[in-house]
């Protein structure tokens, strides 16, 4: 589903007067609380797919908290300057019809109008397909999820984020940016290239 600059709805919008937790941005201390979020709604992300999100979340990745417990979660990540796409929309089951998710997705198309983004997107679930419609989501086209029964079979190792980028080749790397629609994996390079930058910089503060 993608929506038109011009959003409906405000960050602070809540009908029906219930509290609102604070809003913050994710950490990585976080992530624990986020997976167990994935698992409650049967999604299967894990560890390393949060920390890739945070990494290249540019576009902001919020969380909504009660003191320190996580009740929900959003991101969104920039490409290519003016098109953005909103993730990992999850509110606890205890916590839903409560205007949580509305503020998170308000919060996170707030923070991109702010930036060059013309077009923001995202995947919906049943589930909360009828909130991104009220805000003034469109839809663009349907998507299918396949799965199979697991074999049984144990991988040796699990891919790094940088041997995943490494093993794209250019025809790859092209039919993905036809598919997508631009570069994804040179908006990624860049945004890794900033992250070492600043490690060695935090390294050189530290040692001196």
């Known amino acids: 589903?993608?929506?038109?600059?011009?959003?409906?709805?405000?960050?602070?919008?809540?009908?029906?007067?219930?509290?609102?937790?604070?809003?913050?941005l994710l950490e990585r201390r976080d992530i624990p609380q986020a997976l167990e979020l994935c698992r409650i709604a049967g999604w299967n992300q894990i560890a390393s797919d949060w920390e890739r999100i945070l990494d290249y979340g540019t576009g902001g990745c919020y969380g909504a908290f009660d003191k320190e417990h996580l009740l929900g979660t959003v991101t969104?990540?920039?490409?290519?300057?003016?098109?953005?796409?909103?993730?990992?929309?999850?509110?606890?089951?205890?916590?839903?019809?409560?205007?949580?998710?509305?503020?998170?997705?308000?919060?996170?198309?707030?923070?991109?109008?702010?930036?060059?983004?013309?077009?923001?997107?995202?995947?919906?679930?049943?589930?909360?397909?009828?909130?991104?419609?009220?805000?003034?989501?469109?839809?663009?086209?349907?998507?299918?999820?396949?799965?199979?029964?697991?074999?049984?079979?144990?991988?040796?190792?699990?891919?790094?984020?940088?041997?995943?980028?490494?093993c794209f080749s250019d025809e790859h790397a092209s039919l993905d940016q036809l598919a997508f629609g631009c570069d994804r994996l040179e908006d990624r390079k860049s945004t890794e290239n900033k992250n070492n930058a600043l490690d060695r910089k935090s390294t050189r503060l530290n040692s001196s």
């Not at 219930?18 to 913050?24: A, L, T, V």
């Not at 805000?135 to 998507?143: D, H, K, N, Q, S």
């Open 1 to 24: 589903m993608s929506v038109p600059k011009s959003v409906q709805g405000k960050a602070n919008s809540n009908r029906d007067g219930n509290y609102m937790p604070e809003i913050r």
């Open 76 to 166: 969104s990540t920039k490409y290519a300057g003016d098109l953005a796409w909103i993730g990992m929309m999850l509110v606890h089951p205890r916590y839903r019809r409560l205007g949580i998710g509305r503020y998170l997705l308000c919060r996170c198309l707030e923070n991109l109008r702010t930036t060059s983004v013309k077009t923001i997107k995202l995947d919906a679930t049943p589930l909360g397909e009828n909130l991104y419609r009220q805000i003034g989501f469109r839809t663009e086209c349907g998507i299918q999820r396949w799965h199979r029964k697991h074999t049984g079979i144990q991988h040796d190792r699990e891919l790094s984020s940088e041997s995943q980028t490494d």
